[in-house]
T-cell receptor, first 112, second 112 residues
Framework: NAGVTQTPKFRVLKTGQSMTLLCAQD?????MYWYRQDPGMGLRLIHY???????AKGEVPDGYNVSRLKKQNFLLGLESAAPSQTSVYFC???????????FGPGTRLTVL | SQQGEEDPQALSIQEGENATMNCSYK?????LQWYRQNSGRGLVHLIL?????REKHSGRLRVTLDTSKKSSSLLITASRAADTASYFC????????????FGTGTRLQVTL
């Protein structure tokens, strides 16, 4: 997974609970991304960051917040989890514009 | 949404045969990338083709890009059972801060 780690690997939440997913990289890349993947679908972009201290919304940002306080870490937060957020979450990194994205192993989240 | 479409959605072939999957997109791209995903796992980058390239090879993989038709194809030659996976195309669109837009994927089954 090209030096991209995700924590935790699995999590079960109850509706209304909060949690934070951590993506960490050891490659010093500027760009980091959070995606979600639902059954039978491709990945959809939630939020992304083009450098330390920056964040921006992707295609499906509602219900999520992110922070990139350190270059190595990109955090994805769910303030009040909903069943619709049951999904597999993937983090990705990229060195620069037009480069390959490298993905982490994923976090499988179930919201009951 | 700029999400691309892949064709076919599912493909079943025998070992040794070639597998071809297609991807179409809607707006101008910087590059197009193909990824493989084994069941329940993260995405593995296969190949990247830039908008000024027409064909690229990597081992048993051959990718073509036709920007006039806004389409790409991935050919896997002499397929093996280990090639069984889902394959996704992802487009890096011009002026989108290098965000990737994923297709819905082709599920390839290679039988012995």
């Amino acid at each position: 997974n090209a030096g991209v780690t995700q924590t935790p690997k699995f999590r079960v939440l109850k509706t209304g609970q909060s949690m934070t997913l951590l993506c960490a990289q050891d490659m010093n890349h500027e760009y980091m991304y959070w995606y979600r993947q639902d059954p039978g679908m491709g990945l959809r972009l939630i939020h992304y960051s083009v450098g330390e201290g920056t964040t921006a919304k992707g295609e499906v940002p509602d219900g999520y917040n992110v922070s990139r306080l350190k270059k190595q870490n990109f955090l994805l937060g769910l303030e009040s989890a909903a069943p619709s957020q049951t999904s597999v979450y993937f983090c990705a990194i990229k060195a620069g514009v037009g480069d390959t994205q490298y993905f982490g192993p994923g976090t499988r989240l179930t919201v009951l | 949404s700029q999400q691309g479409e892949e064709d076919p959605q599912a493909l079943s072939i025998q070992e040794g045969e070639n597998a071809t999957m297609n991807c179409s997109y809607k707006t101008s791209i910087n590059n197009l990338q193909w990824y493989r995903q084994n069941s329940g796992r993260g995405l593995v980058h296969l190949i990247l083709i830039r908008s000024n390239e027409r064909e690229k090879h990597s081992g048993r993989l051959r990718v073509t890009l036709d920007t006039s038709k806004k389409s790409s194809s991935l050919l896997i030659t002499a397929s093996r059972a280990a090639d069984t996976a889902s394959y996704f195309c992802a487009t890096d669109h011009t002026g989108t801060a290098s965000k990737l837009t994923f297709g819905t994927g082709t599920r390839l089954q290679v039988t012995l």
